[in-house]
């Protein structure tokens, strides 16, 4: 097959053609700088504000509660450290999270711990998910923050916002959620889902890079992260990517817009992957085989690596992940999987595919047709597959 089938969105997108579409008149037309005074200057600040009202109807939330980064990372970073330092104000330095959030945020945490907070991460259940139970029994009076992801980023579960943003809100205490995997792909509405803080990322949704967003309810202060000029209300300074902000907007319209229609193809295109890969012996589906986002499959094959696994469909035109994009290249296992009980030789051989709307039926087939030839082949020359044969070693899965 010649023919590149990308089964790695989970990681980044192509843009739509809406986005680049929306970008092409800031180069060279809509140049001004949205604080200038003048002429120019104002019909910037007229594109902005426009694109901040259509992320706002997106999320359900006001445009001045929108403010504008250079991607998830950025509003992992400024969500977390804001609440922490509005809490520590208050003497309060507990801090509620989950074992397999993204590394933009457990790296916070693990900064923050240095600077004193305590920070309980969460056990997530073998299916990839925590309850609100769970979080409210975590709260305690001194809890400044809980933050949890919506959906996890590789093994795609989706977990029960609405209900740990109740309980949250119930013990006033500020809840975040790192969105980015969830906006543009399933329903996200802050009001309804009790969300206080969130981080959204275009490229995740087929925007540009290096823009993203966050969102902070109108009645909670947000500390300054980048200080400068007064743009973003005083919150992130520096001349506003207009472009970017343009790109990710029209993207995020034509995501939401299309939310269902994208959701049913994607989810009868994961399912056939998952029942097609599970006939490999001594595989397992990673993850609640329902509770996770429509584009996500996330399996282990024993006796593997996961990276050579990822070389080899490479070879055959398939590209895909061992999971998180930020720890390929070394060779821990996913801090995710590993969360969910797995031992380290399961975890270690891992494949996700994150499959976006221009996926196709055979796209499938063609790696269905191919995995299991690869997996073969790796357990033909693996010294552990050969003991688990033997049965010198016990089979896990
Ligand atoms: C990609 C991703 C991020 C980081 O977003 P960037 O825009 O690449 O900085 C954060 N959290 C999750 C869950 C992600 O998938």
């Not at 998952?274 to 996500?296: C, F, M, Q, T």
Request: glycine letters at 8%.
């Amino acid at each position: 097959m010649e023919k590149i089938i990308y089964a790695d969105n989970a990681a980044t997108t192509a843009m739509s053609d809406a986005a680049i579409e929306a970008m092409g008149g800031y180069f060279k037309k809509i140049y001004g700088n949205p604080s200038s005074l003048h002429t120019v200057g104002q019909i910037a600040k007229e594109h902005l504000d426009a694109a901040r009202a259509k992320v706002a109807q997106c999320l359900n939330c006001e445009p001045n509660e929108i403010y504008f980064t250079s991607g998830g990372s950025e509003s992992d970073n400024q969500c977390i450290r804001s609440a922490a330092l509005q809490g520590a104000k208050k003497g309060k330095k507990h801090i509620i999270s989950t074992a397999f959030e993204h590394h933009a945020v457990l790296h916070t945490l693990k900064k923050l711990e240095k600077e004193g907070f305590e920070v309980t991460y969460l056990d997530v259940h073998g299916n990839g998910l925590i309850t609100a139970e769970e979080v409210k029994a975590a709260i305690r009076p001194d809890t400044a923050l809980v933050t949890v992801m919506y959906a996890n980023n590789e093994i795609g579960t989706i977990q029960p916002v609405r209900e740990i943003g109740k309980v949250c809100r119930e013990a006033g205490v500020p809840f975040h959620t790192d969105a980015v995997q969830a906006v543009g792909h399933i329903p996200v509405d802050v009001r309804a889902d009790n969300i206080d803080m969130l981080s959204l990322s275009a490229h995740k949704f087929h925007g540009p890079k290096g823009v993203g967003a966050l969102y902070c309810r109108r009645s909670l202060p947000l500390v300054t992260f980048i200080e400068g000029g007064a743009q973003e209300r005083g919150k992130r300074a520096g001349t506003e990517n207009l472009a970017g902000i343009a790109g990710m907007a029209a993207a995020l319209v034509e995501a939401c817009a299309n939310l269902n229609k994208n959701a049913a193809h994607l989810t009868a295109l994961r399912d056939k992957l998952i029942k097609g890969l599970l006939k490999i012996p001594h595989s397992r589906l990673n993850g609640d085989p329902k509770n996770r986002l429509p584009g996500n499959v996330n399996m282990c094959f024993e006796g593997i690596e996961g990276e050579s696994l990822l070389l080899l469909l490479d070879q055959k035109g398939i590209c895909a992940s061992s999971g998180s994009a930020c720890t390929s290249g070394s060779l821990d296992p996913s801090h995710v999987l590993l969360a969910l009980g797995l031992p380290h030789e399961v975890a270690h051989g891992s494949l996700r595919l994150s499959l976006s709307e221009t996926n196709t039926e055979e796209e499938a087939d063609y790696i269905i047709a191919e995995v299991p030839k690869v997996v073969e082949y790796l357990r033909s020359i693996s010294p552990v597959w050969e003991e688990l044969e033997k049965g010198i070693r016990k089979h896990l899965i």
